[in-house]
């Protein structure tokens, strides 16, 4: 159990005040055959296993990009650097489109969007990892882990090039939203 962040109430407080958008759109999700079937592409397990920028360990989330490059660029960026893997660990993949129409989004994609109460470059460059090692949950997790209480996602810039990625939490997703992969039926297990 991670030690939870300071900034998690004052983000709570922040996002209990703040509008959240609809949003709906295609984004592309990249994974490797064995977590490939349409049921784990979308589950959060695995980022609720091992954490990730914008969620603890224990809360589950799904990553994605808006754009289907960049959603490789992420998944060898995290395996190649992230992990420390070489070339050699690399393993066929699968990549998909993940159709969404949510109701209660945080989008942070423009200076203008971002509220002076967060540090968007800090949050995009924290090594969550190291601080996850230490046993502390990072500022990214905390914010993740408030905009999970209110709405549905998040959108935010990439830490690994330009373009935006998306950080779902399933547990939040509102009845009337649609989560699903598409074509899953042609994925395998």
Known sequence: ML?????????????????LAPWSGTIFRSATIDHGSAEDLISGHGSAIAGGRWNPPGLRAVYG????????DESFNAILHGFGFSIEDIHPRVIVGIELNLEAVFILKTSSQIPEWIDYDHLLTIDWRAENAEGRETISQAFG???AQFGEALIIGSSVRTGLNIAIFPDSIRSGSI???IHGDELPG
């Not at 939870?4 to 209990?16: G, I, K, M, T, V």
């Not at 990009?65 to 490789?72: I, K, M, N, R, T």
Request: glycine share 4%; with cysteine; charged share 25%.
């Open 179 to 181: 989560f699903r992969v």
């Open 65 to 72: 990009s808006l754009e289907a490059g960049l959603s490789v």
């Open 145 to 147: 882990r408030a905009v």
């Open 3 to 19: 030690k939870e962040h300071p900034s998690f109430s004052l983000y709570c407080e922040r996002l209990a005040q703040t509008q």
